[in-house]
């Protein structure tokens, strides 16, 4: 069974640092594009970033590239998501997601609010 547990959430004031954390497991992930979402209040869920599991290779959403990076350790089965500079519009819950054609996986979410 594929479990995505997220942590590392909580309150910062704007301009601060976060660093969240998936751990990943129940499966290989060979393959694999490990991402994060977000959803705040009211909006609909919005990619963050994502990381091929194998190659390394990333993306990012216009609204975060330069402020946060995602990477992966494929020997612990963690994918990170670094995120500096945060903004109060940085507010939501962030999601971790695992996804290969029709698999799709995600974690239970975990709460990051960014005081101004």
């Known amino acids: 069974q594929v479990q995505l547990v997220e942590s590392g959430g909580g309150l910062v004031q704007a301009g601060g640092s976060l660093r969240l954390s998936c751990a990943a497991s129940g499966r290989t992930f060979s393959g694999y594009v490990m991402a994060w979402f977000r959803q705040a209040p009211g909006k609909e869920r919005e990619f963050v970033s994502g990381?091929?599991?194998?190659?390394?290779?990333?993306d990012y959403g216009d609204s975060v590239k330069g402020r946060f990076t995602i990477s992966r350790d494929i020997a612990k089965n963690m994918v990170y998501l670094q995120m500096n500079s945060l903004k109060s519009e940085d507010t939501a819950v962030y999601y971790c997601n695992a996804f290969l054609f029709s698999r799709l996986y995600w974690g239970q979410g975990t709460q990051i609010t960014v005081s101004s």
């Open positions: 990381i091929m599991w194998s190659g390394g290779g990333t």
